[in-house]
């Protein structure tokens, strides 16, 4: 089955920068949407962000517009989000997600990175 494994989490200061990775173990159809989504203590797990594999469409959740870009090296397997501009509300577990397309919730998972934002 596929697996996803995320990197590049950590501590950063308020309107710092950070770059998520997210390996794929291997690449098919099925899961030619890979997101990016995010959980902070007490609250539901939102979408960040979307790229497809094939085509390289993007979307962004409001919160993260223009701060946030995805990207993908589809030599690789692999997909990055690079956050920029972080802010304390943006602390969270992020996760990688695959699936068959980005409005669809995803099939895949990935255990997860912590991302903190503060002084």
């Known amino acids: 089955q596929l697996q996803l494994v995320e990197s590049g989490g950590g501590l950063v200061q308020p309107g710092g920068s950070l770059r998520l990775s997210c390996a794929l173990s291997r690449f098919t159809l099925d899961y030619d949407a890979i997101g990016w989504f995010r959980q902070a203590p007490g609250k539901e797990r939102e979408r960040v962000s979307c790229?497809?594999?094939?085509?390289?469409?993007?979307n962004y959740a409001d919160s993260v517009k223009g701060r946030f870009t995805i990207s993908r090296d589809n030599a690789k397997n692999t997909v990055f989000l690079q956050m920029n501009s972080l802010k304390p509300e943006d602390t969270a577990i992020y996760y990688c997600?695959?699936?068959?397309?980005?409005?669809?919730?995803?099939?895949?998972w990935g255990q997860g990175t912590q991302v903190t934002v503060s002084e």
């Open positions: 997600a695959a699936g068959p397309q980005c409005n669809l919730w995803p099939r895949r």
């Open positions: 790229i497809r594999r094939s085509g390289g469409t993007t």
